[in-house]
């Protein structure tokens, strides 16, 4: 703590004096207090008040003893700094008598010995606001200043950082303070307290310093702090944080971590820089493992890997190619390969009798939600028990019966969910999918197209079978067909950048011919490809787009998915956006507030920015007349910015709660969807109630999102709690057609790949975040503000965008040639050991399995053998053990 800097409140026995008392009067007054000193207290308040007259002797030789004896006294006792020591407190009446000698002082060394004294006693005594510790330290000695203790060093740190501001306001010099700020910064990191000495920079604006100061048995902790901070810290310090931390890795070899910083940086130079500076191709093979799991398109060349056969497992490895294989591998290891029918999931059994009579409601709905659950529960399992169950009798395929058993645009979504069934397993699923694309129905056309674009997601490929397949449908008549192809190219190729696309994609956004739904998709489609490029062609199409709606159009459920497209572009690029949000200020005022707030949102999300979060909060806070629809994406702005860390998103829970109660009922409507998306695949029990609450409301949009946002908390966790939930509300709503449907959609969101998947868009420790994952999110979640008319209209499939941020939530340990090695781990809950003293346990409350593993949200895991060497810092995904050559086995 530091030293108190009140003088009345701190434990020293008298005031400090108002007007210099000669000595002999202090000694009189102190008379009745000595009684209750002890004798070793009496002697050393003698002794030191013999001291403080001898200073003021004409001897400088007497003068020296003095001061050399005071200094010993108050350095003996600085060491504890449990209370006041002794000799400051004793000190504290004559105070202001050495300060008015010190000034009447020739200068000598002497005096600078003085000036020391007097800083050590400005701790307890100096009057608040008036630095004077660090006013006498600048003109003391230049000793050594940890000798006076650690306390000491705070109160000067907190001075400096006070004195740095006012010098800077006041263009004062500062080279004097920087010469303290050295030492104390070199104190810090001698003593474990790097988080003061970071601290310390920031005020005096110089990170830079940290590199020279921290080694080997530090470096980590320091980092560790930067890249925390980073999330509380405004632009650009918290980039410069997130500098300093990538620079301190790459010094010390600590090469996995410095590429978690350079992907959270988005640099794609740094990835480069990180690859170069090593040539284990293990060590590459595992950070080929984190890009792909995060996404990044990256071309392995020559300055990668300079050996062929390298660069081909490299790019292999980043391409994904594995990862069906590993997520069979983690299924059969669980044991849950046996495919499930949606009843399976439904468990009617449990239900009291009056949900049976909701059989006879509206089939063909039904059979479209349990295409869904289908799709979702066995995604990726490549076998279910409606598409690709082999037929009972000996004629023809079955799939094909249930495919027929939906109607027209239900058929669209039940041929893509082929293409979910067959998640990230290219050559089979593009085979089972083929019989449908020469289908003469249309919307199986359209469906199937759609499931080609699902089946390559995240999955890249040297012969672009997708691009193949899917180019030649764009310009097709019919505009089923061309919707299925143009979302099945951005769900294929979401993050790539890809070229071809861009030009194929705007043309068709160019063209004066091209309705509203092609449209729409067509940018949502650019949006996905180009996520967070900022590109500026792109926008430009959009925006004309935008701007060339008639009245009519623009009222379109549709039409709001335009500016989500634009968002897209700028998703988490903060500033970039603002030359186009300028430009949407002068769009037709139906959708220039819409547009406006959903481009904010998208390009601060998972920044954390505080200040955005009020600008949404204000916007909130309006009562709007009548059609005005833009609180809907301020409300999920709010979610989207403050899921970065934490705090923040406890702090948005109690936000929402509050609009829940005030807000209009366009506010009420977005909050369930919100509150699902901060808690993605991470159902928390608060959130669970409130949405439970919200979703027997009177107002029929609210309780549908509630649903909605109830699978979304659950996505993935197969939480019993909210499966139960969502039985009792399957059979409260037995006789609402839509509500019946959405309960359906939470349910396989619930049970998402048997419990295997999540749709958080976090990994690596929740530090990094998939733009990809997130932009399939907000493009659902907009899609969900107007569950009637695209929901639960004919677009359902946008629901299929979720695929996107689908990703197995398992550790799976592989050796040296990549094939699957099963050791022990303990997963347990994280803590957050930021700043705290010695080597805390990082997980509480754990078990002990083999790999591979499933982690749960906010769970962690490391290993529980000292026999391998993981080499990512972070066990999660794909992560490469090595042998430890120091490992003896104990016999």
């Known amino acids: 703590m530091a030293a108190d800097q009140n003088p009345s409140s701190s434990a020293a026995p008298e005031q400090p004096p108002q007007k210099p008392l000669s000595s002999k009067d202090a000694k009189k007054k102190d008379e009745k207090k000595d009684d209750d000193l002890s004798e070793e207290d009496l002697e050393l308040k003698q002794k030191l008040e013999l001291y403080v007259e001898r200073v003021q002797d004409t001897d400088p030789g007497v003068q020296k003893l003095a001061l050399e004896s005071m200094r010993q006294e108050i350095h003996s006792a600085t060491s504890s700094m449990t209370s006041v020591p002794k000799p400051l407190k004793f000190l504290r009446p004559h105070y202001g008598n050495l300060k008015n000698f010190y000034e009447q002082m020739p200068d000598s060394d002497l005096k600078?010995?003085?000036?020391?004294?007097?800083?050590?006693?400005?701790?307890?005594?100096?009057?608040?606001?008036?630095?004077?510790?660090?006013?006498?330290?600048?003109?003391?000695?230049?000793?050594?200043?940890?000798?006076?203790?650690?306390?000491?060093?705070?109160?000067?740190?907190?001075?400096?950082?006070?004195?740095?501001?006012?010098?800077?306001?006041?263009?004062?010099?500062?080279?004097?303070?920087?010469?303290?700020?050295?030492?104390?910064?070199?104190?810090?990191?001698?003593?474990?307290?790097?988080?003061?000495?970071?601290?310390?920079?920031?005020?005096?604006?110089?990170?830079?310093?940290?590199?020279?100061?921290?080694?080997?048995?530090?470096?980590?902790?320091?980092?560790?702090?930067?890249?925390?901070?980073?999330?509380?810290?405004?632009?650009?310090?918290?980039?410069?944080?997130?500098?300093?931390?990538?620079?301190?890795?790459?010094?010390?070899?600590?090469?996995?971590?410095?590429?978690?910083?350079?992907?959270?940086?988005?640099?794609?130079?740094?990835?480069?820089?990180?690859?170069?500076?090593?040539?284990?191709?293990?060590?590459?093979?595992?950070?080929?493992?984190?890009?792909?799991?995060?996404?990044?398109?990256?071309?392995?060349?020559?300055?990668?890997?300079?050996?062929?056969?390298?660069?081909?497992?490299?790019?292999?490895?980043?391409?994904?190619?594995?990862?069906?294989?590993?997520?069979?591998?983690?299924?059969?290891?669980?044991?849950?390969?046996?495919?499930?029918?949606?009843?399976?999931?439904?468990?009617?059994?449990?239900?009291?009798?009056?949900?049976?009579?909701?059989?006879?409601?509206?089939?063909?709905?039904?059979?479209?939600?349990?295409?869904?659950?289908?799709?979702?529960?066995?995604?990726?399992?490549?076998?279910?028990?409606?598409?690709?169950?082999?037929?009972?009798?000996?004629?023809?395929?079955?799939?094909?019966?249930?495919?027929?058993?939906n109607k027209e645009h239900g058929k669209a979504s039940a041929a893509a969910s082929l293409g979910m069934i067959h998640l990230w397993d290219v050559d089979s699923g593009l085979s089972q999918i083929d019989k449908y694309l020469h289908s003469t129905d249309n919307h199986v056309v359209a469906g199937a197209l759609l499931g080609v674009g699902i089946v390559n997601c995240g999955i890249k490929n040297d012969c672009d079978p997708a691009l193949a397949l899917l180019i030649d449908f764009l310009d097709r008549e019919d505009t089923t067909i061309r919707i299925g192809a143009i979302l099945g190219l951005g769900i294929a190729y979401a993050g790539t950048h890809k070229d071809e696309l861009k030009v194929r994609l705007s043309n068709i956004l160019g063209d004066p011919k091209t309705t509203l739904e092609v449209l729409v998709f067509a940018a949502i489609s650019l949006g996905l490809v180009f996520v967070g490029s900022c590109n500026e062609e792109i926008a430009q199409s959009i925006i004309f787009a935008l701007m060339e709606r008639s009245d009519s159009e623009l009222g379109d459920a549709l039409t709001r998915l335009l500016p989500v497209a634009l968002g897209l572009l700028y998703l988490g690029k903060q500033d970039s956006v603002e030359a186009t949000a300028e430009v949407s200020k002068t769009f037709n005022e139906k959708i220039q507030k819409y547009c406006d707030v959903t481009l904010m949102s998208l390009a601060y999300a998972g920044t954390g920015n505080v200040l955005k979060v009020q600008n949404l909060l204000g916007i909130c806070s309006h009562h709007l007349e009548k059609g005005e629809t833009h609180q809907g994406p301020a409300v999920l702005g709010i979610a989207l910015i403050a899921m970065a860390e934490e705090l923040g998103m406890e702090m948005a829970v109690r936000s929402l709660e509050r609009l829940l109660q005030y807000g209009e009922q366009n506010i009420r409507r977005a909050v369930p969807l919100a509150l699902g998306v901060l808690c993605i695949s991470n159902p928390k029990v608060t959130v669970m109630d409130t949405l439970s609450r919200l979703s027997h409301d009177a107002d029929s949009e609210v309780s549908m999102a509630a649903i909605i946002a109830l699978g979304l908390t659950g996505a993935g966790t197969n939480n019993a709690r909210i499966a139960g939930m969502l039985r009792n509300l399957s059979s409260y709503y037995y006789k609402e057609a839509g509500h019946l449907f959405c309960v359906r959609i939470a349910q396989g969101l619930v049970h998402l790949g048997k419990g295997l998947l999540t749709l958080s868009p976090y990994h690596s420790d929740r530090f990094l975040l998939c733009p990809m994952a997130l932009a399939g999110l907000v493009t659902v979640l907009h899609a969900c503000l107007d569950m009637k008319s695209i929901i639960l209209g004919k677009y359902h499939y946008m629901l299929y965008a979720l695929v996107l941020a689908m990703q197995p939530r398992m550790l799976m340990t592989v050796d040296e040639d990549l094939k699957p090695l099963s050791v022990p781990v303990r997963v347990g809950q994280a803590v957050d050991v930021v700043g705290q003293a010695g080597r805390p346990k990082t997980i509480t409350g754990f078990q002990t399995h083999s790999t591979p593993v499933l982690l749960a949200a906010g769970e962690r895991a490391e290993l529980a053998t000292e026999k391998y060497i993981p080499l990512s810092p972070v066990l999660e995904g794909y992560v490469i053990l090595k042998e430890n050559p120091e490992y003896r086995e104990d016999h």
Request: charged share 25%; glycine share 4%; aromatic share 8%.
């Open 112 to 405: 600078k010995l003085l000036a020391d004294i007097l800083s050590v006693l400005a701790l307890t005594m100096s009057l608040e606001g008036e630095r004077e510790s660090l006013k006498f330290r600048l003109v003391g000695s230049d000793g050594d200043i940890g000798s006076w203790g650690h306390e000491y060093v705070r109160n000067l740190a907190g001075e400096i950082a006070q004195e740095f501001q006012k010098r800077q306001y006041e263009d004062m010099p500062i080279d004097a303070l920087m010469e303290l700020v050295q030492q104390i910064v070199a104190f810090h990191m001698k003593h474990n307290a790097e988080p003061e000495a970071v601290d310390l920079l920031m005020e005096v604006e110089d990170l830079d310093l940290l590199v020279e100061h921290v080694d080997n048995s530090n470096f980590k902790r320091a980092c560790l702090y930067l890249t925390s901070s980073a999330s509380y810290l405004p632009s650009p310090d918290d980039v410069l944080a997130l500098d300093i931390a990538y620079t301190i890795y790459i010094k010390f070899d600590y090469l996995a971590s410095a590429l978690r910083i350079a992907l959270h940086l988005d640099n794609s130079q740094y990835v480069k820089q990180v690859y170069a500076s090593t040539d284990d191709i293990l060590l590459k093979k595992q950070f080929s493992y984190i890009i792909a799991r995060h996404g990044l398109p990256l071309e392995i060349d020559e300055e990668i890997a300079a050996d062929e056969n390298d660069r081909e497992a490299l790019q292999d490895i980043v391409n994904n190619t594995r990862l069906s294989e590993g997520y069979l591998a983690l299924a059969r290891d669980i044991e849950v390969m046996e495919p499930k029918s949606p009843d399976d999931i439904y468990k009617v059994h449990l239900i009291d009798g009056r949900a049976s009579a909701s059989s006879s409601l509206d089939s063909a709905r039904q059979n479209l939600a349990a295409t869904f659950v289908n799709a979702f529960v066995n995604a990726g399992f490549g076998q279910d028990k409606l598409m690709t169950a082999p037929a009972e009798s000996s004629s023809g395929a079955s799939s094909g019966s249930w495919l027929f058993k």
